[in-house]
């Protein structure tokens, strides 16, 4: 054998295990996004991770995002958790690292307790972490507390009151208040078992205590979940889209 036909033979040897190692490393993420927002929000957060190989599924919550068209003041917290259950049922998705940012934290974790078995880990991105019968209202709308949520409440939506220009596209939209107010059943204790992180973002001109999801984190925390601390504001996906990428990239290990 010739010493370039040998040479050819090794190069062609690497690129296969060079392949077989990027794939056997790939996954499959459902990326949940938060209250007022949409799928939008995480198109680039999906694209650099398909760049490494894995599967991204953005489903957008009914009456947000391109899905605005649907708003409707009976739109509930259940509607939104069956919009991702139905994408891994549909997609029939398996192994599925379930990723929820902010308000998307009460969705994924309806989704675990209604397909424990279909979810490898879960990953609680700045989130909302409840327990049995806890709302989004009993757990962050406290008219009192600083960041109540009653106050930006009309004709049965929550006003995203940051919006200025409602002609410019993608934007925030007014989210449905019911799916805020309701409570949220968990019944499937197998959803407990299920491998979990909490990510707290944080600004390194706060403490970690002066967050608003910090309780969330503790909670996280007291539970025995993986916990990172992440320094950054509340949307990560937009100002630290590398630093995110690379963090949401090493849950797949």
């Given at each position: 054998?010739?010493?370039?036909?040998l040479l050819?033979?090794?190069?062609?040897?690497?690129?296969?295990?060079?392949s077989?190692?990027?794939?056997?490393?790939?996954?499959?993420?459902?990326?949940?996004?938060?209250?007022?927002?949409g799928a939008?929000?995480f198109?680039?957060?999906?694209?650099?991770?398909?760049?490494?190989?894995?599967?991204?599924?953005?489903?957008t919550?009914?009456?947000l995002g391109?899905?605005?068209?649907?708003?409707?003041?009976?739109?509930?917290?259940?509607?939104?958790i069956?919009d991702?259950v139905?994408t891994?049922?549909f997609?029939?998705?398996?192994?599925?690292?379930?990723?929820?940012?902010?308000y998307?934290?009460?969705?994924?974790?309806?989704?675990?307790?209604?397909?424990?078995?279909?979810i490898?880990?879960?990953?609680?991105?700045?989130?909302i972490?409840?327990?049995?019968?806890?709302?989004v209202m009993?757990?962050?709308?406290?008219?009192?507390?600083?960041n109540?949520?009653l106050?930006?409440?009309k004709?049965?939506?929550?006003?995203?009151?940051?919006?200025?220009?409602y002609?410019?596209?993608?934007?925030d939209?007014?989210h449905?208040l019911?799916?805020m107010?309701?409570?949220?059943?968990l019944?499937?204790a197998?959803r407990?078992?299920?491998p979990s992180?909490?990510?707290?973002?944080?600004e390194?001109?706060r403490?970690?205590?002066?967050d608003?999801?910090?309780?969330?984190?503790?909670k996280?925390?007291?539970?025995?979940?993986?916990?990172i601390?992440?320094?950054?504001?509340?949307?990560?996906?937009?100002?630290?889209?590398?630093?995110?990428v690379?963090l949401?990239?090493?849950?797949?290990?």
């Amino acid at each position: 054998m010739n010493y370039c036909r040998l040479l050819m033979i090794t190069f062609c040897f690497s690129l296969l295990v060079i392949s077989v190692n990027a794939f056997a490393q790939s996954s499959t993420y459902v990326i949940v996004h938060g209250a007022w927002g949409g799928a939008w929000q995480f198109k680039n957060t999906a694209a650099e991770l398909e760049k490494k190989g894995n599967k991204i599924y953005r489903p957008t919550l009914t009456g947000l995002g391109e899905r605005y068209h649907l708003a409707d003041t009976s739109i509930r917290l259940q509607t939104h958790i069956n919009d991702v259950v139905n994408t891994i049922l549909f997609e029939d998705l398996r192994d599925v690292i379930l990723v929820g940012h902010s308000y998307g934290g009460m969705v994924i974790t309806g989704v675990a307790d209604s397909l424990p078995d279909r979810i490898r880990k879960l990953v609680y991105l700045d989130a909302i972490l409840p327990d049995d019968q806890q709302s989004v209202m009993t757990l962050m709308g406290n008219s009192g507390a600083k960041n109540g949520l009653l106050k930006f409440e009309k004709e049965g939506y929550i006003l995203p009151f940051w919006v200025k220009n409602y002609s410019k596209f993608p934007r925030d939209v007014p989210h449905p208040l019911k799916t805020m107010t309701d409570r949220i059943s968990l019944k499937n204790a197998k959803r407990l078992d299920i491998p979990s992180t909490y990510i707290l973002t944080y600004e390194d001109s706060r403490s970690l205590e002066e967050d608003d999801f910090y309780p969330f984190y503790k909670k996280a925390k007291d539970l025995g979940f993986k916990t990172i601390e992440f320094i950054g504001d509340h949307n990560p996906q937009i100002k630290k889209l590398k630093e995110l990428v690379d963090l949401l990239e090493r849950e797949n290990k």
